[in-house]
């Protein structure tokens, strides 16, 4: 029998192995200008702020004592839906050597019952569009592609 992630808040001491799954990941690496470890400062003070704003959750998935995958959690609290929380999932990441063994599916099974535990009416996450294996995971997970997503990069 595969060994069971475990799942808790994380803790700066994390940083090294979450940042490693953004390098790790091409799209994220480009994004962000990673072509090797960075300078762990802004990632430390960007964990501080998480921490410090209520509804806010940096999430680690633990699989044989090592960090395998991770997630940020934000409950929004707003007036549609009769005034209850929705979750905004942020930021997934699965260890590029733990994929395709059903940690995704553990990790987002582990956010539903977050987000039910808090009483939201609706968890929602975006994915970047050249992300198509995403997209089929997510859709696995009965999650539908309801709304067209927009930015605006300041």
Do not use: W
Not at 1 to 19: H, N, S
Not at 31 to 48: K, N
Not at 118 to 130: A, P
Request: net charge neutral; with cysteine; proline share 5%.
């Amino acid at each position: 029998m595969d060994p069971q992630p475990t799942f808790r808040r994380a803790t700066e001491a994390d940083l090294p192995a979450i940042v490693a799954m953004m390098l790790d990941d091409a799209i994220s690496a480009a994004r962000d200008g990673l072509a090797s470890m960075p300078d762990l400062e802004p990632y430390r003070e960007a964990f501080r702020r998480i921490e410090a704003l209520p509804g806010n959750e940096l999430l680690v998935m633990e699989l044989e004592g090592r960090v395998a995958g991770t997630c940020q959690l934000t409950f929004i609290p707003g007036l549609s839906r009769a005034g209850r929380l929705r979750c905004l999932v942020e930021a997934v990441r699965v260890e590029a050597a733990s994929r395709n063994r059903g940690l995704g599916a553990a990790l987002m099974a582990h956010v539903l019952e977050r987000a039910r535990a808090e009483g939201c009416s609706l968890v929602q996450l975006t994915t970047d569009k050249r992300r198509t294996d995403a997209h089929r995971f997510y859709q696995r997970l009965g999650f539908v592609a309801s709304h067209e997503g927009m930015k605006l990069y300041l």
